[in-house]
Each structure stands twice: as structure tokens, then as C-alpha cells.
């Protein structure tokens, strides 16, 4: 492989600074600085004094954004800070996270958005953090929302009230809401508890009453909490149901119909079931990313049984009126065809249909809109492609994202205690460990997972005893 030196512009926190860059496997690594105040109030006496600095000789790496598909770290010496009245010592708070975390404030808002349309569990695994992580994130930033107000001179014009959720079928719901107003960067304004009405509400009354008299378009999904929250607080606005919010539904829609293959299933042989298992995956994918074997195999199975070849093909030509139309009264018309078809054969599509009645005129908005909610739609497909193909290989990259950061990097370049070591041991089972507590235990899984800790406790075996060797030789040992 070869290199070159390239320059790009990067977005940085303001009042930081980036002093060096290094690449490091799997990742990138900015040692940052930041300005450091005059004066200081200390957090036990409450007195003021000039800042009066301990420097330790301690750095600190933590979770910054993704840069071409990596994660980066930002890294920084921790500075302290020795009162003169009371000698309570306390360390300076870099301006970009919070206390007692591990990741900038923007990394924090990449997890609320990724969490549009996904489970704490899959952002997790993507982004390669705990699920408990993904929660604590969650649960600060409500707390911050109850006391922040949204910059009043901000224009707002469009809007996305969506429900996030934290855990499957437990009570950890909360809604967000993020201005869309720039479709490039979706920022987030609000976050409250529950994905009720009141939580909708909760989130728009951030908004002063010329702001929301000022927002044209609102995006949510189709449940009515939403929907009567913007009705009563955007007085101004139309609605507009993003297809993926529709495409969920057909999809849910399809699957139950297809379960009436069931008789045509218990009259095959195990060998002839475990093939049709594999073509129902496939008849949940979209015809152009089948290749032509599965395409002939399909079309086989719907000749044997017809009523699943319907149910797929008006599937994917609901699903091409919404790539294709190109405007609004087109759309109404394909969309107005697709009922009376789908109306026509003997299955129960009023689910779907009543759902596209009872919320026409925001699918249709959503035609003269397109480009709207564009990004959260798009990382989320994304996400759940990847999620589905590649479950085990995904949390192996990960983990040795994990042991190369941690670790082996971590141990070059800071010199880390025995305790240190100890502690990224555990937190690497940690992680690990949530992942595998998951209901996911394929196979591939298991089997990585039993040659990824063998390969981790070997390295951790060999980083011990160089530091006995650096310890025995009275080299740098701080405790
Ligand atoms: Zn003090």
C-alpha cells in the first residue's frame, strides 16, 4: 500500500485547538488543548482565585465523531486545579464533554440522531459502545433539556418529532426533536421522557411562539400523539410522513399476510423447509438486489404458491411509487391505483390502506418534499443493512477497534499502570460481555467471540509482563 498527505478541513469544537494528528489502527487520534481560564471558583469553598495549575502527567483519550467510517479520539492532558484557600484540588473541564464521561458533546448528539428509527442496542453495536452507554446519553441529555431554551433568534422551517427507544418493550421511550431545517445537519433541540402527546409537546414548547408560528413542515411518524402535539403547537406547518415510515408499515403489513403460506409449508420435507426459509429472506428484499438465481427461485415458489407472489409484487410496487413518482399528483394517482388493485384480490391490505387514507395528505407532502428528512432516513437504512448482513463481524471489528485503542496504543504512547491495564480489561469484557447477553447468539458469534478473547489474553498477557520487565528495571512506574 502506498500513502499521500491530503488536507481536510475539519470541524473542531470552538476554543479548541488541535495540536498533533496521528493515525492509529482503526481510528484517528487528535491531541486537543483548549484556552484555560484566568480565574477559577472552587468547587468546595465556593471562593474565586487565580488559576493556580497541578499538571499531571495523565492523558485522557476519549470518543469524538466517525471520520471516514473510523472513529477519532480526542486526546488531552488533564489539568488540575489547587485552591489557595482550601488546597482542594480539582481537575478543569474540557469545554467539549461533560463531567464523568467518555465522549465529546457532539459524539453525543451523533447517538441521539442514530437513534431515530433504531434500538439503543443496534447504535451500540454500530458505534461500537455499551447499550448502557447509549442510555446514559440519553438520560443526561433529558436532564439537560428540562433547563435549556432553544436560542430564540434561531429560524427554524421544518422540524422532526420522532420517538426514540431505548430498550424492547420496556418502558424507555423518549422523543427528540431535531431541526431539519438544513437537511445536510439535523441538530437536535429537545429531548422529554414517553412518546406521548405530552412528550411532543413537552419538546415544541422549547420553541418561543414566533418560532413555531415560523416552522412550514413538520416530520413525524403516523401515530396521532405526534401528529395532535404539532397540530396544537404549529399552528403554520404540514405535516409530512417520511416513507420510511410507510415502507415499515407495508413491510409489516406483507409479513402478516404471507404467514398464510403455512399450509403449502407443513406439506414439504425438512430438507425442501430449510431452502424455503432461505427464499422468505429474499422475499423480503427489494427485486433489483436479488440476482437472477434468486429472482428464477422466487418466481418457482410463487408459480407453486400464488397468493405470496401478489403479496411480493404489490409489495415492491408500492415501494416503487415512492422512488419514482415524481410529483404529487402523480403520486395520487399511482397511490389511488395500488388501493383499487390491491383492493380487487382476496387479501386483507385495509390495514396499509387505512393507514395511507387516514394520512394522505402528509405521504402526499412528502412528494413535495423529498429531500427533507433525507439524511436520518438514509443513515438508518444504512445502519439496518449493515446490522442485518454482518451482526458478528461488526462487533469483532469493534472489539479490535477496542484492543488496538485501549490497549496496545494506549500502552505505547501512555504508559499505562498495572491498574489502568486492569481497568481496560474490564471494561473491554464489558463491552463485550453486553453484546453477547444479546438474543443474537449465532454461531459465527460464539465462535469469534471464543477466538477473539483468546488473541485479547494473550496480548494482555504479554503487556503485563513487559511492564514486570520495565518495573524489575526501575523504569517508569507511576501509581
Ligand atoms: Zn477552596
Known amino acids: 500500500m502506498t500513502t499521500t498527505t491530503i488536507a481536510i478541513d475539519m470541524d473542531i469544537p470552538a476554543g479548541v485547538s488541535v495540536g498533533e494528528y496521528e493515525r492509529i489502527d482503526g481510528g484517528h487520534a487528535f491531541h486537543v488543548s483548549w484556552q484555560l481560564p484566568d480565574n477559577l471558583c472552587c468547587e468546595t469553598c465556593q471562593r474565586e482565585s487565580r488559576l493556580q495549575l497541578v499538571e499531571k502527567n495523565k492523558f485522557l483519550s476519549i470518543r469524538d465523531l466517525d471520520l471516514w467510517g473510523k472513529p477519532s479520539f480526542f486526546v488531552y492532558q488533564e489539568v488540575y486545579h489547587r485552591c489557595p ?77 420522532d420517538e426514540i427507544s431505548l430498550r424492547k ?11 431539519l431545517t438544513n437537511a445536510e445537519r439535523p441538530e437536535i433541540l429537545a ?178 418534499e423529498r429531500k427533507s428528512s433525507g439524511p436520518v432516513e438514509g443513515l438508518n437504512t444504512k445502519i439496518r443493512v449493515v446490522l442485518r448482513r454482518s451482526y458478528g463481524i461488526q462487533s469483532l471489528t469493534t472489539l479490535w477497534t477496542r484492543i488496538l485503542l485501549d490497549v496496545n496504543w494506549a500502552a505505547k504512547k501512555l504508559g499505562p499502570t498495572v491498574a489502568e491495564i486492569r481497568g481496560f480489561v474490564n471494561q473491554i469484557q464489558k463491552h463485550f460481555s453486553g453484546c453477547y447477553t444479546k438474543k443474537r447468539k449465532s454461531h459465527f458469534f460464539l465462535i469469534s467471540f471464543t477466538i477473539t478473547i483468546e488473541f485479547f489474553l494473550r496480548e494482555i498477557r504479554g503487556l503485563e509482563a513487559g511492564l514486570r520487565r520495565r518495573l524489575e528495571g526501575g523504569s517508569i512506574y507511576t501509581a
Open 85 to 161: 484557600s482550601c488546597g482542594h484540588r480539582q481537575s478543569l473541564l474540557p469545554p467539549f464533554k461533560r463531567r464523568d464521561v467518555k465522549y465529546t458533546f457532539r459524539f453525543e448528539e451523533q447517538v441521539l440522531v442514530s437513534l431515530i428509527g433504531s434500538t439503543a442496542e443496534d447504535v451500540a453495536v454500530r458505534l461500537g459502545i455499551a447499550a448502557e452507554t447509549v442510555e446514559r446519553i440519553v438520560k443526561n441529555r433529558i436532564e439537560d433539556a428540562k433547563a435549556k431554551q432553544i436560542d430564540p433568534q434561531r429560524k427554524i422551517e421544518r422540524l422532526g418529532l
Open 191 to 368: 429531548l422529554s421522557k414517553g412518546r406521548d402527546e405530552a412528550a411532543g409537546r413537552a419538546c415544541l414548547e422549547h420553541l418561543s411562539a414566533e418560532q413555531r408560528s415560523a416552522v412550514r413542515w413538520h416530520h413525524t411518524d403516523m401515530s396521532p400523539a405526534y401528529l395532535k402535539a404539532c397540530g396544537v403547537h404549529l399552528p403554520n406547518s404540514q405535516s409530512v410522513i417520511d416513507r420510511f415510515h410507510v415502507a415499515k408499515k407495508l413491510g409489516e403489513v406483507a409479513d402478516d399476510l404471507r404467514k398464510n403460506y403455512r399450509a403449502y409449508k407443513r406439506s414439504l420435507s425438512g430438507e425442501a423447509r430449510k431452502k424455503l426459509r432461505s427464499q422468505m429472506h429474499d422475499f423480503r428484499r427489494r427485486p433489483e438486489d436479488l440476482n437472477p438465481e434468486q429472482v428464477q427461485a422466487l418466481e418457482d415458489l410463487f408459480e407453486k404458491v400464488p397468493s405470496l407472489g401478489t403479496i411480493y409484487h404489490l409489495r415492491w410496487e408500492a415501494t416503487k411509487i415512492f422512488d419514482s413518482a415524481p410529483n404529487r399528483a402523480e403520486a395520487s394517482r399511482l397511490l389511488e391505483d395500488w388501493i383499487v388493485q390491491a383492493r380487487e384480490i382476496e387479501m386483507d391490505w385495509e390495514p396499509f390502506i387505512t393507514m395511507l387514507k387516514n394520512n394522505w395528505e402528509g405521504i402526499l407532502a412528502y412528494f413535495e
Open 169 to 179: 418493550g420496556h418502558k424507555g421511550y423518549a422523543t427528540i426533536l431535531t431541526d
